[in-house]
């Protein structure tokens, strides 16, 4: 499918990457404006450029869109799918969903997102203008309104079992002393590949964003010492609150884990790096995360040449993590790739645990 991708010069590289793994062949790139249109977000000229098009099947606009602009821009550019950030991001999510659970956030967060794009219509009486769901007439948009309060609420309510009965299996695993580690970063920072490097798995891996959305968990033996460890999904710069609500049962893992190893990828140039060291600090501080143990894997170390610009980077990560968060029990360079240092990051992370619930346990 062809796309037409509108994003703002920082975040252009990862918008493609986006809609390549969503299946999107991006035809064109616009600059996001300045000050969005009032009417359309993107510009008036652009709009009327894109209407006049027959080959193109969606426009991108990497941005949170408000009801009006879904609105405006469906009336103009019949036939072509719009999708803002967060349908974005969820199409993602969809093509990888293999759990129920992942499933169920995915159809909430669409039915969520949608809902007040079609109470808006509904408010402004253009019904018969809107096309497909939204050209049902005045009843018809009522009956699909009852359809999604019902859907939500439905939902809604499987989810909240699962996340009881996720927390209950949480605190068994804690009345028995057992250990687990919560692997989070940044999304294609490799976490995967270190997931798979430490328990000898073949998870898929590959260069396309998000192929992790449900939780892989894998029982291993560190020096006699059981550990759980779990893989989650990536976090993104500047993620939608929408996204960590969505996928609370999933992130959950990471606020109930013993501790987290934070991936993060050291071949990124350092301000590129420090963002998303900054932004993966700031999410799990959404999910509620305090004072929980937290080793850093700098992932990726075979693609740096220079010992020196190594060392450079291992001090910049520890320093601004230190600065953000409490306790950082240190940085460790590894490459999943050719395995390098991965045995010392298992007996970091076999020490770590160790200490972290032998002290749990003299409390």
Do not use: C, W
Request: charged share 25%; glycine share 4%; net charge positive.
């Amino acid at each position: 499918m062809k796309a037409i991708l509108f994003v703002s010069e920082d975040f252009k590289e990862e918008a493609e990457i986006l809609s390549e793994t969503a299946g999107y062949e991006i035809d064109a790139i616009y600059k996001l404006p300045k000050k969005p249109n009032p009417k359309y977000y993107i510009q008036e000229n652009r709009v009327d450029e894109i209407s006049g098009l027959k080959n193109i099947d969606a426009v991108i606009i990497f941005d949170l869109l408000k009801p009006r602009y879904f609105i405006n821009l469906n009336k103009v550019l019949n036939g072509i799918k719009i999708l803002d950030k967060l349908l974005l991001l969820l199409e993602i999510f969809a093509l990888h969903a293999g759990s129920k659970e992942a499933q169920l956030q995915i159809e909430l967060a669409k039915l969520k997102y949608e809902l007040p794009i079609i109470k808006d219509v509904y408010k402004r009486h253009k019904i018969s203008e809107q096309q497909g769901l939204l050209g049902a007439g005045v009843y018809g948009v009522e009956s699909i309104l009852r359809l999604y309060y019902r859907k939500i609420s439905r939902i809604t309510k499987e989810l909240e079992q699962m996340k009881n009965i996720r927390e209950l299996q949480v605190q068994d695993r804690e009345k028995q002393g057992f250990p687990t580690l919560a692997i989070t970063g940044y999304t294609n920072a490799g976490k995967t590949s270190i997931f798979n490097a430490l328990t000898g798995l073949k998870q898929k891996v590959d260069s396309s964003m998000f192929t992790t959305t449900s939780p892989k968990r894998y029982r291993m033996t560190f020096n006699s010492k059981s550990i759980l460890l779990i893989d989650t999904v990536g976090f993104i710069r500047g993620i939608p609150p929408q996204i960590i609500e969505a996928f609370f049962v999933t992130l959950s893992e990471i606020k109930y884990a013993g501790m987290i190893l934070l991936v993060v990828d050291i071949s990124l140039e350092d301000t590129l790096l420090l963002e998303m060291i900054k932004s993966s600090f700031n999410i799990l501080r959404e999910l509620g995360i305090s004072g929980k143990p937290i080793l850093i894997a700098a992932n990726k170390v075979d693609k740096l040449k220079n010992k020196e610009d190594i060392n450079n980077k291992l001090d910049l990560i520890y320093k601004v993590s230190s600065e953000i968060y409490s306790p950082i029990l240190g940085v460790i360079p590894t490459s999943a790739k050719t395995m390098y240092n991965i045995e010392n990051l298992k007996i970091k992370i076999s020490e770590a645990v160790a200490e972290y619930y032998d002290t749990k346990k003299i409390n």
